[in-house]
């Protein structure tokens, strides 16, 4: 295991399209979130599954952003119908319940939409 | 709401020099606190932790400061390598990570 991976490192779209984007978590790891980082700012938290469960939503999280962990173990994050504001950084994260021992982040999925 | 904040936006020091990084917090409830060093294009790399219990903690040239009746949180750096220019976080979480806004720190030869 190699940790947390994240695919597409990069995605550049037109602006109204959907994207999805895929997070491999740490094998061992129940818990996974997303979050996300546009240039200058810190992380801002989206959501975060245990296991298969979406146990938090953030209010960021408007009705165009979908995640999934259908068998608790990867995860997709679908933005439909996309905006230039959506432009960031999507950073997935994983960690074992309560955070012990860390979160693991992934190199993330640049997202440009133009 | 929650928050988290670092009290410096940039910090410039000299190599060899220690570099202290600080941040508060504002949810009491909070139990658990991580740094992260970011380099450009890179996701947060873990460096220390604390739990709530605690309020110092050791690493390999790195120290985290927890002072639970301020809110405080401080990451010292001891050595400062020019190999340590990054970003860099803190973290609180009773439940999941809330990020402060980060610290670059930068490294004169």
């Known amino acids: 295991d190699t940790g947390v991976s994240q695919d597409p490192r990069h995605k550049i779209t037109k602006r109204g399209q959907n994207v999805t984007f895929r997070c491999d978590p740490i094998s061992e790891h129940n818990r996974l979130y997303w979050y996300r980082q546009t240039l200058g700012q810190g992380p801002e938290f989206l959501t975060y599954f245990q296991n298969e469960a979406q146990l938090e939503k953030s209010r960021l999280l408007s009705d165009r952003f979908s995640a999934e962990r259908p068998k608790g173990s990867f995860s997709t994050l679908e933005i439909q119908r996309t905006e230039q504001g959506d432009s960031a950084m999507y950073l997935c994260?994983?960690?074992?319940?309560?955070?012990?021992?860390?979160?693991?982040f992934g190199s993330g999925t640049r997202l440009t939409v133009v | 709401g929650e928050s988290v904040g670092l009290h410096l936006p940039t910090l410039s020091v000299q190599e060899g020099d220690n570099s202290i990084i600080n941040c508060a917090y504002s949810n009491s409830a909070s139990d658990y606190f991580i740094w992260y060093k970011q380099e450009s294009g890179k996701g947060p790399q873990f460096i220390i932790d604390?739990?709530?219990?605690?309020d110092k903690r050791q690493g390999q040239r790195v120290t985290v400061l927890l002072n639970k009746t301020v809110k405080h949180l401080s990451l010292q750096i001891a050595a400062t390598q020019p190999g340590d220019s990054a970003v860099y976080f803190c973290a609180s979480s009773p439940s999941k990570l809330i990020f402060g806004q980060g610290t670059t720190l930068q490294v004169k030869p």
């Open positions: 994260a994983s960690s074992f319940t309560g955070g012990d021992y860390g979160y693991t």
């Open positions: 604390i739990r709530s219990n605690m």
